[in-house]
């Protein structure tokens, strides 16, 4: 996996979230830092410029004024109307060179500013206490200090609009969300519909959302009926063969039976016995897979059922995890379990049976101590009517070949599969039957 692929979000809300809402906000963010910074710089540069010409005026009366007593008297009263105090000569509160704090914007464009229209300017203390600038000329009479508001000066407040765009994202990206998950939750319903159907499951589902989501709905939807009459379809031919193939063989067994005992006669017998049995489990398979209704069952109690009926020496030798219901059709469930205890029980000696119960699945293992299948023909086994040991015993009684893919089938209509491995505790076959839960 990619670096990308392990940092982008894994679900679709999250990946939709960062489609939708990461160019905006950065988009958003960086223009509006953008606009606010030049805004700012701009009102201030023209507010300073103002108080600029104020002063500008000021200091010309000073310069005219025959001595400081005349020209405090004289300037106080307009000085006073323009919200300007004067003192001259400047005192100690006055600074002498630039000052301005850490973090403001504005700062270095209101002493620009100043410094531009104001020749005689000396010092600027940005400062001071309660928004109070102090200013420190040079003039004909020595250092003139100049108070006033910082107000004057620059926009008070310039974070406002930041925090006005901050919660209205917050809120537009909450709408958005909602309205993202109404669109989104169409898709995880029909994941969901689909899953549970490969588990073997039908659940009520309908189409809903936005118009493709709809048509992978109704395609859906369509498949999965077309899929149900298949298998209605395998299940009826199969169950009909098979019902109208015993009547036949019924009477091919009576007539042999009225036939001289001889050695073709016993040979004859044995093939209708294998046809019958044949038969039998074509049946069996057919009505397995009739549609049963998946229920929820103990799987340990279903498990000794099936390994008392299948007689034999099996024993249940271990239950792994937490025993907990799993929906499933135990009908078909145990005819699988029964193949795999058949086939143990042919071919080995001891076999035992284990549970377990794992987070998403059921494994139910089947394990003996025979033969075993070499791992080239495991995939071969698998395949309906294959009989691997045909020419190697042919006394042990091998049946149609169905045992396994049968077992498999019904493993993977429950979203499982079977697994054949080599018994490593018991040196023979390991079958697992997972079946998902
Ligand atoms: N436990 C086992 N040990 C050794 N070989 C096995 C075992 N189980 C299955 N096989 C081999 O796999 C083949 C296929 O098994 P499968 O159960 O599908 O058919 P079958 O047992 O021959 O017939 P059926 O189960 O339909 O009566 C068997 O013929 C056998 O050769
Ligand atoms: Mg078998």
């Not at 000396?122 to 109070?132: E, F, N, R, S, Y």
């Not at 229920?295 to 025993?323: C, H, M, N």
Request: with cysteine; hydrophobic share 45%; aromatic share 4%.
């Amino acid at each position: 996996m990619s670096l990308l692929q392990r940092i982008l979000p894994r679900g679709l809300y999250g990946r939709a979230a960062l489609i939708l809402l990461a160019p905006i906000v950065t988009i958003q963010l960086v223009f509006s830092l953008e606009f606010i910074q030049r805004q700012y710089e701009d009102v201030t540069h023209q507010m300073t410029q103002g108080v600029a010409i104020d002063l500008a005026y000021l200091l010309a009366r000073v310069e005219e004024s025959p001595s400081p007593d005349i020209a405090l008297a004289e300037i106080e009263p307009v000085a006073e109307e323009l919200e300007i105090k004067l003192t001259i000569p400047a005192g100690a509160d006055f600074p002498e060179i630039d000052k301005m704090a850490w973090i403001d914007l504005s700062a270095t464009t209101i002493i620009a500013t100043l410094r531009e229209r104001l020749a005689g300017l000396q010092a600027v203390d940005l400062t001071g206490d309660g928004k109070i600038v102090h200013l420190r000329f040079a003039s004909r009479h020595g250092s003139v200090g100049v108070e006033l508001s910082r107000k004057r000066m620059s926009a008070t407040n310039p974070h406002q609009l930041l925090v006005l765009m901050i919660v209205t994202s917050i809120l537009m990206a909450v709408i958005a969300y909602v309205f993202l998950r109404s669109q989104l939750r169409p898709i995880t319903k029909l994941a969901q519909a689909a899953e549970e159907f490969g588990k073997g499951r039908r659940v009520a589902y309908r189409p809903r959302g936005a118009v493709e989501v709809r048509a992978a709905g109704r395609a859906f939807l369509d498949m999965r009926d077309r899929l149900e009459r298949q298998i209605e379809q395998r299940t009826l031919m199969l169950s009909g063969v098979s019902h109208d193939l015993r009547t036949p063989l019924t009477r091919l067994r009576l007539g042999l039976a009225l036939l001289p005992e001889d050695a073709e006669t016993l040979s004859l017998q044995r093939d209708v016995t294998d046809m019958e049995r044949m038969v039998e489990e074509f049946l069996a398979f057919a009505r397995g897979d009739a549609m049963e209704e998946a229920t929820a069952v103990d799987a340990v109690s279903l498990a000794q059922d099936i390994l008392s009926r299948s007689g034999g020496e099996a024993r249940l030798a271990e239950v792994i995890g937490v025993p907990e219901q799993v929906v499933l059709r135990p009908q078909a469930v145990g005819r699988a379990l029964e193949n795999l205890l058949q086939n143990a029980n042919r071919y080995g000696k001891t076999v035992e049976l284990r549970l377990e119960f794992q987070d998403h699945a059921l494994c139910f293992r089947v394990e003996d101590d025979g033969p075993g299948i070499p791992t080239e023909a495991r995939s071969e086994a698998l395949k309906p009517f294959a009989r691997l040991d045909r020419s190697r015993d042919p006394n042990r009684g091998g049946g149609v070949g169905l045992g396994l893919s049968i077992a498999a089938d019904i493993a993977r209509s429950h979203g499982g599969a079977l697994g054949l491995w080599e018994s490593t505790r018991l040196g023979g076959l390991r079958a697992d039957l997972v079946v998902a839960r």
